[in-house]
C-alpha cells in the first residue's frame, strides 16, 4: 500500500518555526516529486513548494519564499518543509503529495501545484499559529 505520513505539525506563537515531514511508506520516494499543500476551514486548497525527484529542483509560492523552504533526504524517503516566520493566518492542515516523476504532467503539476494531478495523499499534519 503507498502512502504518506505528515509529522511535525503542532501549536506555535507568531514568528515562531516549525519542521514538518513527509514520509512515504510502500514505495521509493526518490522516484516522485513531491508537493505541499495546505487548507483552512471552510477554504481551498491551495499549494505551498513542490520539489522534483532528481535534480532537486523547487518551486514555491510567493505567499511563503523566503520563509518556507523544502528539501528532501532520499535515503530516509523523506522530504521536508521549513516554516520560518509563521503567521496566524497560516493556521493549516498542511498535506504532501507525490506524482511519479513519470508522469508526463508532472513538471506542470511541480510548477502550477496544481493538487488534482497529484496521485498519493498523506492524511494531513495541524498547524496552528496562535499566541
Known amino acids: 500500500q503507498l502512502q504518506l505520513v505528515e509529522s511535525g505539525g503542532g501549536l506555535v506563537q507568531p514568528g515562531g518555526s516549525l519542521r514538518l515531514s513527509c514520509a512515504a511508506s510502500?514505495?521509493?520516494?526518490?522516484?516522485?516529486?513531491i508537493g505541499w499543500f495546505r487548507q483552512a476551514p471552510g477554504k481551498e486548497r491551495e499549494g505551498v513548494s513542490c520539489?522534483?525527484?532528481?535534480?532537486?529542483?523547487?518551486n514555491t509560492a510567493d505567499s511563503v519564499k523566503g520563509r518556507f523552504t523544502i528539501s528532501r533526504d532520499n535515503a530516509k524517503s523523506t522530504v521536508y518543509l521549513q516554516l520560518n516566520s509563521l503567521k496566524a493566518e497560516e493556521t493549516d492542515v498542511y498535506y504532501c503529495?507525490?506524482?511519479?516523476?513519470?508522469?508526463?504532467?508532472?513538471?506542470?503539476?511541480?510548477?502550477?501545484?496544481?493538487?488534482?494531478?497529484?496521485?498519493?495523499w498523506g492524511q494531513g499534519t495541524q498547524v496552528s499559529v496562535s499566541a
Open positions: 510502500g514505495f521509493r520516494l526518490d522516484f516522485y516529486y
Open positions: 520539489i522534483s525527484s532528481a535534480d532537486g529542483s523547487t
Open positions: 503529495a507525490a506524482i511519479g516523476s513519470w508522469t508526463l504532467t508532472a513538471g506542470h503539476a511541480m510548477y502550477q501545484m496544481t493538487e488534482n494531478e497529484y496521485a498519493i
